[in-house]
Nanobody, 128 residues
Framework: QVQLVESGGGSVQAGGSLRLSCAAS????????MGWFRQAPGKEREGVAA???????TYADSVKGRFTISQDNTKNTLYLQMDSLKPEDTAMYYC??????????????????????WGQGTQVTVSS
């Protein structure tokens, strides 16, 4: 199991930017794939972006061209750069990790049900 701690959330106006960080402990990038998810009040948790151990990225259509997922292996940290933020991006954002290679092979890396390790979340609020 890996421990995940998110940071970097906050309040911004529409059109602004934020960078979320997810620090991982006992982590081996050679084995895990990781993702960012979000959940707004009254809505289902949804996948935002995912990154496999070999560097492949996947994005939800709603954030393509605006969000960028990346990692710093030297710091065991996953990032989510969020630009051109919109009020509909307001949500609690979570990072997650898992080891199961069949999830990657099946193309389910944005399905939150496929992840076993989760952080506590960081709130992002975008005002119009």
């Amino acid at each position: 199991q890996v421990q995940l701690v998110e940071s970097g959330g906050g309040s911004v106006q529409a059109g602004g930017s934020l960078r979320l960080s997810c620090a991982a402990s006992r982590y081996s990038y050679s084995s895990y794939f990781m993702g960012w998810f979000r959940q707004a009040p009254g809505k289902e948790r949804e996948g935002v972006a995912a990154l496999t151990s070999d560097g492949r990225t996947t994005y939800a259509d709603s954030v393509k061209g605006r969000f960028t997922i990346s990692q710093d292996n030297t710091k065991n940290t996953l990032y989510l750069q969020m630009d051109s933020l919109k009020p509909e991006d307001t949500a609690m954002y979570y990072c997650a990790a898992d080891l199961n290679p069949s999830v990657v092979a099946s193309g389910l890396v944005l399905d939150w049900l496929e992840y076993s390790d989760w952080g506590q979340g960081t709130q992002v609020t975008v005002s119009s």
